[in-house]
């Protein structure tokens, strides 16, 4: 398997553009997480989804951060408008509670993340 | 409500020494412990964990036991590498299925110098 694929892996904008972040979980896994790392926060967990569905958003920072899952092999994290403090590495991870393959279930792997620097 | 404490770095030692990194949690329930490890550039990938009291994870050479008694998961290598060197986070999740969030310490850094 891939393994957890995000896009694109460095972004940059300027602050109030609008900024879209891609995630496509491992195939078979029913659980998807967004996180977010920086030097001063470490790792914040976002928002995560269970069969596609958001079981808990409290992370999300404010009304600026949305997350959709439409399909089982496709998330987003979006951000509108993005601001400077925005800046962070974002990561997306999947997990599988079943039989998810050769991968052990309910360990959460981790894409290579997106570096966002908005200016 | 449930938070993971690790000690904070950065950690700096030489090739070949002894490494403990130590993590204690706090939970309600009967949490699994993780370590995960972050190498530069790179995303978090589980390095060993315990899902009971007494269990003992191994990987590559570190080690970490799950001690109820203290609650604590403290990661431990005999003789590091430079190549170890990395971020380290302890982590725990409710242990009943759930397919709920991990909740991470800040991680801790650690510089191997030759």
């Known amino acids: 398997d891939a393994g957890v694929i995000q896009s694109p892996r460095h972004e940059v904008t300027e602050m109030g553009q609008e900024v879209t972040l891609r995630c496509k979980p491992i195939?078979?896994?029913?659980?998807l997480f967004w996180y977010r790392q920086t030097m001063m926060r470490g790792l914040e967990l976002l928002i995560y989804f269970n069969n596609n569905v958001p079981i808990d958003d409290s992370g999300m920072p404010e009304d600026r951060f949305s997350a959709k899952m439409p399909n089982a092999s496709f998330s987003t994290l979006k951000i509108q408008p993005s601001e400077p403090r925005d800046s962070a590495v974002y990561f997306c991870?999947?997990?599988?509670?079943?039989?998810?393959?050769?991968?052990?279930?309910?360990?959460?792997?981790f894409g290579a993340g997106t570096r966002l620097s908005v200016l | 409500g449930d938070s993971v404490t690790q000690m904070e770095g950065p950690v700096t030692l030489s090739e070949e020494a002894f490494l403990t990194i130590n993590c204690t949690y706090t939970a309600t329930g009967y949490p699994s412990l993780f370590w995960y490890v972050q190498y530069p550039g790179e995303g978090l990938q589980l390095l060993l964990k315990a899902t009971k009291a007494d269990d003992k994870g191994s990987n590559k050479g570190f080690e970490a036991t799950y001690r109820k008694e203290t609650t604590s998961f403290h990661l431990e290598k005999g003789s590091v590498q430079v190549s170890d060197s990395a971020v380290y986070f302890c982590?725990?999740?409710?242990?009943?299925?759930?397919?709920?969030?991990?909740?991470f310490g800040k991680g801790t850094k650690l510089s191997v110098k030759p």
């Open positions: 982590a725990l999740s409710e242990r009943r299925g759930s397919q709920g969030n991990l909740i």
């Open positions: 991870a999947s997990s599988s509670s079943g039989r998810g393959g050769t991968l052990a279930k309910n360990i959460q792997y």
């Open positions: 195939s078979g896994h029913n659980s």
